[in-house]
């Protein structure tokens, strides 16, 4: 499976996840998004619940995974939660797993999801730019960035821990960290689509379903295909990065400072030269020594987010904003971003 790199910006692009097959699905241009009815729903699954000709559960579903009955789920999102929990590792049945996954969802967007089951492009506007978690859309986020500026300064952090754990130039290896932030809707379409509504509908007939629950209101998308492209989305990239994410949890549970773990894997000579050559490239002789600190202090912060999470009761909604949290976006070390006075450097040429 081929996954595009995950930015804090412009997530939901076309290149996000695998389509959906194309051979069971009826091509419809929409159904209302009134919750289906149980006599409507008549085809068996294997999940133990019918859905109708489009593929849609009825509410005795959403009801059994605790997911609002306005919000429609289709078999697609099944079938990926079924993979997506193997992946991991999960004991959860995939009816309670993506009941978890709207958990997930609905905690990140807060208050900024409309209960009513239909948004404006104002109001995805308004959503987070992103979070961080743990690897697992099973738990809790493990924080929430709220604005471009606060997106933009977590993936900061994330860019030089991922560069410098990373030996291959052209992927994220296997031994590599991926600190586990994504992009959510408030940095996607509509921050820039004057048809951002439209471009997400087409997405979700992609690589979700090819019916749409679109809303009864004209120039609003439905809450059901903004989770239906959220967890295809997430589950996917989740799956393929889970075993980066865990390394740099598991780096994170051991306390040790960032620069013996680069000793530790790469060796004394190498974070020798790494240092030297960082030190004549700024003409800063404590250049090396300012982005380990850096690093250190960040990574104490990230696993205090990472215990609170952890305490938090899943019906609870995220609301703590965490200026300090890394991102998923991979960048090697030539690409990464180095402070110095407060000020961002570009390392590249």
Not at 12 to 37: F, Q
Not at 213 to 229: A, D, H, Q, T
């Amino acid at each position: 499976m081929s996954i595009a790199s995950v930015t804090s910006s412009s997530l939901y692009s076309a290149s996000i996840v695998k389509k959906r097959s194309e051979t069971s699905e009826i091509s419809t241009d929409a159904i209302s998004l009134s919750a289906v009815s149980s006599d409507s729903a008549t085809i068996s699954t294997k999940w133990g619940f019918k859905v109708d000709e489009n593929g849609f559960f009825s509410t005795d579903f959403n009801k059994a995974a605790g997911i609002p009955d306005n919000i429609k789920i289709h078999k697609n999102q099944m079938a990926m939660t079924e993979t997506y929990t193997k992946a991991i590792g999960s004991n959860d049945d995939p009816v309670t797993a993506l009941g978890k996954v709207w958990s997930f969802f609905s905690k990140v967007a807060g208050n900024t999801l409309d209960i009513d089951g239909s948004m404006t492009v104002d109001q995805i506007k308004n959503m987070p730019y992103s979070f961080q978690s743990n690897g697992s859309l099973l738990d809790n986020p493990i924080s929430i960035q709220r604005t471009e500026t606060e997106a933009y300064e977590v993936s900061q952090i994330s860019g030089k821990i991922q560069g410098l754990t990373n030996t291959n130039p052209d992927i994220l290896d296997k031994d590599a960290f991926d600190t586990g932030q994504r992009g959510f809707f408030g940095g996607g379409y509509a921050g820039s689509d004057p048809d951002a509504l439209t471009g997400y509908k087409n997405l979700y007939k992609d690589f979700v379903a090819s019916v749409v629950p679109s809303s009864e209101f004209e120039n609003e998308i439905s809450v059901s295909e903004l989770f239906g492209l959220f967890s295809m989305q997430e589950m996917d990239v989740s799956a393929e990065t889970h075993e980066n994410i865990q390394n740099y949890y598991n780096f994170l549970k051991s306390g040790q400072d960032f620069q013996s773990y680069l000793t530790d894997k790469f060796g004394a000579d190498y974070v020798t030269n790494l240092a030297d050559g960082m030190n004549i490239h700024f003409d800063d002789p404590d250049m090396f020594d300012t982005l380990m600190k850096e690093i250190d202090r960040h990574t104490k912060e990230n696993y205090s987010s990472y215990l609170s999470g952890q305490s938090i009761a899943k019906d609870s909604i995220l609301s703590k904003n965490d200026n300090n949290t890394p991102s998923s976006a991979y960048q090697t070390l030539k690409n990464a971003k180095l402070p110095t006075s407060g000020k961002l450097l570009n390392l590249g040429v």
